[in-house]
Nanobody, 120 residues
């Protein structure tokens, strides 16, 4: 499974971004995709995940409300919509894949990250 993240950039506080993660390869073997982020000097943290077959979603408690994960089954793209961006959202955002939602927080596959920088 190969994961390619894109959509990051420099945005002002209060703005929005939609990150994309294009999945390829043996994606049919993976039923959960997720987003993580790593801010400078901090550990990588879970943001959100989606079940590819059922559409169920999970969010880190601190991410509920401003973050929305969704998927396009035709294009094999997983999206992360982020609204009302704050400087604290500055991080490298990574997409990941695993067998199911129960294990997505320790995913087997990682994509490369996309940098999001929020200016105040």
């Amino acid at each position: 499974v190969q994961l390619q993240a894109s959509g990051g950039g420099l945005v002002q506080a209060g703005g929005s971004l939609r990150l994309s993660c294009t999945a390829s390869g043996r994606t049919f073997t993976k039923n959960a995709f997720g987003w993580f982020r790593q801010a400078p000097g901090k550990e990588r943290e879970f943001v959100a995940a989606i079940s590819w077959s059922g559409g169920s979603t999970e969010y880190a408690d601190s991410m509920k409300g401003r973050f929305t994960i969704s998927g396009d089954h035709v294009k094999n793209i997983i999206y992360l919509q982020v609204n009302s961006l704050e400087p604290e959202d500055t991080a490298v955002y990574y997409c990941a894949a695993d067998s199911n939602l129960a294990t997505i927080r320790i995913p087997q596959y990682w994509g490369q990250g996309t940098q999001v920088t929020v200016s105040s």
